[in-house]
Structure formats: structure tokens, C-alpha cells
């Protein structure tokens, strides 16, 4: 069936490099897709999102990327710190209806 | 500040005792989900209403109700838990509209122990 997966379940990085968090979707009509960080006992937390009709989307520090061709979204982080460490969830909403991902959890080492 | 609160925190129920989350919002938006999230994993839509209509997930067990009495509250009834519906709770709104893609805004959880 239809579905919004991630890659990989951890992703370690030092404190100062980029990361890279992926997420692959399978429903070829999705039109908004959103990441989400979950800290540990919190809901989940807005951190970005894209239409289907960009490519690319930067916010602060966070830059996500959109290849429809692959089905493909990525989170970029830029200069990672130690409050990233979180659980990130990519999500794809249609009419009201939300789907979240695997979820990736990002530890960051000091 | 406008946000989502859920109250209490930390609920703790025996088996087969219903139990009532309780979910409220003052960012006048139309739509309130309920999701389930066990530990590790992604949360699991259960409902959601858009105004006053209710809309199930065609896997919600039965065990699992909602009542949304205006448009700021929003309440997830467990009429009987068992252990496996140990889990957080998490209530999330969104402007909502018709063929809506909003983004969701999540309250901080109510985290349900079994015993």
C-alpha cells in the first residue's frame, strides 16, 4: 500500500557537521510533505515543510529537498548541534489526512 | 502564547478501567486529531474531526472513542484499556479547509500507563 518510510532508523554526526536525514514515499500524489523533530517525552515539533511544486525550501540552519522523480525528501542540518539530538519524522499530509514516516534518530556527539 | 495543551501529563489507569484524555486548543482551529504513539515508533492517527464530524481510521478499535463538545476541546475516551494501549497520546490541530494541506500543531502528550 501507500506509505512514508525513512531510510535509516539512527544517524550519529559530531557536533559541527552537516546531517542528512532521508525519507522516501511511495504515494506519487502527495503534495505536501513536513519534518518534524520529536524530543524525548514532547510532541512532535514543526520544523519545515515543502509543496510538491518546489524542489528545494530553506529555513534556519534546516534546508529540505524534494526529488519527485525518485519519490525522495531530505532534511539537511547545517552545523548540527547537541539540541538537534532528536527523533526527526518526515510526513505527508493530503486532505487533512497525515501519514509520518519511520522516524530517524539523530544523536549528536559533542 | 496560542497552543495546543493536554491535560494531564501523566495518566496512569488499571486494566479495563476507562480512562479520559483530555485535549484543548486556543488557536481557533477547525481540525483535532488523536494519535497513538508507542515507544520507537511513528504516531499512529486514531481520529480526527473537522468541525464537528467525525472522522475514524478504519483500524481504530472500537475501544478507542472521541468527543469534541466545541471547538476548543477534544476528548480521547478509553472505555476499557488492556496493557498493549499503554502508549503516549498526542492531540494535534491544523487550520483545516476543505482539501486541506495543513500543518499540524501537536500539544505536548499525555504519556497512558496500564496496570
Known amino acids: 500500500g501507500e506509505s512514508v518510510g525513512l531510510h535509516l532508523p539512527t544517524l550519529s554526526v559530531q557536533e559541527g557537521d552537516n546531517s542528512i536525514i532521508n525519507c522516501a514515499y511511495s504515494n506519487s500524489a502527495s503534495d505536501y510533505f513536513i519534518w518534524y523533530k520529536q524530543e524525548s517525552g514532547k510532541g512532535p515539533q514543526f520544523i519545515i515543510d515543502i509543496r510538491s511544486n518546489m524542489d528545494k525550501r530553506q529555513g534556519q540552519r534546516v534546508t529540505v529537498l524534494l526529488n519527485k522523480t525518485v519519490k525522495h525528501l531530505s532534511l539537511q542540518i547545517a552545523a548540527t548541534q547537541p539540541g538537534d539530538s532528536a527523533v526527526y519524522f518526515c510526513a505527508e499530509n493530503n486532505n487533512n489526512d497525515m501519514r509520518f514516516g519511520a522516524g530517524t534518530r539523530l544523536t549528536v556527539k559533542p | 502564547d496560542a497552543m495546543v495543551i493536554q491535560n494531564p501529563r501523566y495518566q496512569v489507569t488499571q486494566f479495563g478501567k476507562p480512562v479520559t484524555l483530555s485535549c484543548s486548543q486556543t488557536l481557533n482551529h477547525n481540525v483535532m486529531y488523536w494519535y497513538q504513539q508507542k515507544s520507537s515508533q511513528a504516531p499512529k492517527l486514531l481520529f480526527h474531526y473537522y468541525d464537528k464530524d467525525f472522522n475514524n481510521e478504519a483500524d481504530t478499535p472500537d475501544n478507542f472513542q472521541s468527543r469534541r463538545p466545541n471547538t476548543s476541546f477534544c476528548f480521547l475516551d478509553i472505555r476499557s484499556p488492556g496493557l498493549g494501549d499503554a502508549a503516549m497520546y498526542l492531540c494535534?490541530?491544523?487550520?483545516?479547509?476543505?482539501?486541506?494541506?495543513?500543518?499540524?500543531?501537536f500539544g505536548p502528550g499525555t504519556r497512558l500507563t496500564v496496570l
Open positions: 494535534a490541530t491544523s487550520p483545516g479547509g476543505p482539501l486541506s494541506t495543513d500543518t499540524q500543531y
